[in-house]
């Protein structure tokens, strides 16, 4: 099955610093990247995702990379705020009916103020 | 409201007794999930549904049981639960098998202690 990796684990920047996250899967089949955000104590929730028929997707101040290649893939936030603060996790998964997300281990970032 | 719920919100429970939790939704979606999350673990599937009374395992089934006889509700059982099944537990819904346009949709989460 798929295993996704994911790095760091934490992630300390200073406010309008950008942040970078990374993860590498194992299932080359897979075509479907989202990432989510968990806030502390709240529910994961979709923040960007990118199908494999696309390097890269932006939106406002996140954007993600793809390199199907390698099997890695990346989040970026620029121009971070405290707001940001929170668990990011990456996923993977072919992206056909019937297939479920395959998560990676989470990266807690903090944005100091 | 994001149109899914999760109940018990916070259990504490003793070794050896069941527990169930309950997901219910309100988007006719077809797909339905089960996930754990640890630290350093992020969350793993336990069960998934991808309709009434289909259903099937994920990574870390063992020790868990689960039942859709409705589209809108999925149930999750620790037949005997253990002190390693003290964790968070999330449902998830989607119209697809990965999520339409906007994936996943997760639910607030079952904190379950087991002692």
């Known amino acids: 099955g798929e295993n996704v990796e994911q790095h760091p684990s934490t992630l300390s920047v200073q406010e309008g610093d950008s942040a970078v996250i990374k993860c590498t899967y194992s299932?080359?089949?897979?075509?479907?990247f989202p990432w989510y955000k968990q806030e502390l104590g709240k529910r994961p929730q979709l923040i960007i995702d990118?199908?494999?028929?696309?390097g890269e997707k932006k939106d406002q101040r996140i954007a993600v990379t793809l390199n199907k290649t390698a099997k890695h893939f990346s989040l970026h936030i620029t121009e971070t705020q405290p707001e940001d603060s929170a668990v990011y996790f990456c996923?993977?998964?072919?992206?056909?009916?019937?297939?479920?997300?395959?998560f990676g281990g989470g990266t807690r970032l903090m944005v100091k103020p | 409201d994001a149109g899914i719920t999760q109940s018990p919100r916070h259990k504490v429970t003793e070794t050896g007794t069941p527990v169930t939790l309950r997901c219910h939704q309100t988007?006719?979606?077809?797909?339905m999930y089960w996930y754990r999350q640890d630290p350093g673990h992020g969350l793993r599937l336990i069960h998934y549904?991808?309709?009434?009374?289909?259903?099937d395992k994920g990574e870390v089934s063992d020790g868990y049981s689960v039942s859709r006889s409705k589209t809108e509700d999925f149930l999750l059982t620790l037949e005997s639960a253990t002190s390693s099944q003290t964790s968070v537990y999330f449902c998830?819904?989607?119209?697809?098998?990965?999520?339409?346009?906007?994936?996943?949709?997760f639910g607030s989460g079952t904190r379950l202690t087991v002692v």
């Open positions: 549904s991808y309709g009434v009374k289909d259903t």
């Open positions: 998830a819904i989607s119209d697809k098998g990965t999520g339409g346009p906007n994936g996943y949709t």
């Open positions: 996923a993977a998964s072919m992206d056909n009916a019937g297939n479920m997300l395959t």
């Open positions: 299932d080359s089949a897979s075509n479907y």
């Open positions: 990118i199908r494999s028929n696309v």
């Open positions: 988007e006719n979606h077809r797909y």
